[in-house]
C-alpha cells in the first residue's frame, strides 16, 4: 500500500486492539457531569483526553476552564496552502448510571460480550470521540495531516451545555474553520451509515403544585382538600388531545412545514412502526395521527414527561394526600420553534388551565433551538462518500429526534455548519442501563473518517 489513504486504513486495522484497550481507558473513568460528587472525576477525564492530543502531536492543548467543567482544546495544521479547516466536537461527559440494579455488570468496568463493549459512554459519546481521534492519528501515521484539523471536547453535553456558548464566542478566532464534524449522531443501523441533517432543539421545564401546607391525612382530608397529584395529573393529560397533538397554545405556530420531497425521503427509511415496536419494546405506536412514526420522531415537536414525583412512593402503604406535586417535562423543538416562545406557551396553558384549589411553579431549565443543515454541502460529500466507500452503499439522510446544542451555537456564533454523523446504534441503550457500543461499526467509523479526511484534501 502505497498511497497514503491506503498506509492510514492499514494502520487502523493493525492498531485496533491497541485503539480499543485505550478506550476502555477512558470509559473507566465515571466523568458525570450532573453529579458534584464527581468534579474529580470530571477532571480526570479532561486531562485524560489532554494527554491523548498531546501524545498525539497536537498544538495548542489546554484545559479551558468555564464556570463549570473544562473544554479540552488542541490542534493539527497542515503546511499546505488553503488547506480545509474542520473543527472536530465532542464531550467527555456521561449520564448518570442509575438505576444500577438494571446493569448485568458494573456501569463503569467495560466488558466486552460478543461484538458489544458494555460500558456507560461507551456510545454516548467516548466511542465516538475516540474513533474522532484513532483516524487522525492513523493519519499522521503516513505523515502529516492533509487538512487542518482542531478538536473541542467539552463536559457538560449532558447537562445541555450551559456554559460552551460563552466559550466559542470568547474564542471565535482559535475555533476559526470551514465547518464542524459533530459525530454525536447515530445510524439507523449496522449496515445502514446515516447522516443526520436535521436535529430537533429542547425546552425543559420544572413544574411543582402546591396544595395545603403540609402533607395531610388522606381519610380526614380526602374528598375535601384537591389532592396536588391529581391536579398535576389532570393537568398533565390535558397537555395533549385525542389525536397526540400537544395542546400548549400557540405550539405549532412556527412550526416550519414539512414538503413533499422531504416526507417521500424520510418515507423510505427502514423506520417504519415494526423498527419502533422492535426497538422499544412497546405495545403499540403512539403520536400524532396524520404523521408516520420517522416524521414524528424527527421532524415534528413533541411533549413528554419525563418524571413524575408525590407523596409517599416507598415500599409498602402509607394513606396521606400530599402537600405537592413536581413533574419534570420537556419538549423537543423543530426549525424555527423558540423555546423561550414554550416557555411563555406553558405559562398560557396553566393560567388558563390550573384550578384554582392549588397554585403552581414553573422553571425554565435549559433550552435549545432546533437545527438543520444543506444536505449537499461539501462536507456533507465527503462525508457521503467517505460512508460509501466503507459500507459499499450511499448513505441515509435523516432527521433525529435528539437535540445537540453545539449544533446550533456554531451556527450562530461561529456561522458555520456541521456534518452530523457517528457510529452508534438505536440498540445501544445510551442513556439507559447495558449501555454498548458495537465494536464493528466503530472500526468501521474510524475508517470512515480516515477517508472523510482524504476526501477534504482533495
Partial sequence: MSDPRSAALQYAQENNARFLAELKDFLIIPSISTDPEHKADMDRAAQWVANQFEELGL????????EGHPVVYGEMLSDLKDAATILVYGHYDVQPAEPLELWSTDAFNPVQRGENLYTRGASDMKGQVMASIKALESVLSTGESPINI????????????????QFITNHQELLKCNFALNPDTGMIGAEDPTITYALRGLAYFEVRIDGPDHDLHSGMYGGVVHNPAQALCELIAGM??????VTLPGFYDKVRPLGDEERTQLGQLPMGVDFYLEQTGAAALWGEKDYSPVERVGARPTLEVNGIYSGFIGEGSKTVLPAWAMAKISTRLVPDQDPDDVHQQLIRYFEENAPETVSYKIVNLVGSPASISDRNSLGVQAMQDAMQRVWQKKPLFRREGGSVPVVVLFKDILNIDSVNCGFSLPDDNAHSPNEK????????GIDTLIHFIYNLAN
Avoid at 498544538?59 to 468555564?66: A, C, D, E, L, R
Avoid at 457500543?437 to 468501521?444: A, F, V
Fill in 150 to 165: 482542531k478538536f473541542l471536547i467539552e463536559g457538560e453535553e449532558e447537562i445541555g451545555s450551559p456554559n460552551l456558548g
Fill in 59 to 66: 498544538t495548542g492543548v489546554k484545559i479551558f476552564p468555564t
Fill in 437 to 444: 457500543l458495537h465494536l464493528p461499526t466503530w472500526k468501521r
Fill in 240 to 245: 395533549h388531545d385525542e389525536n397526540g397533538y
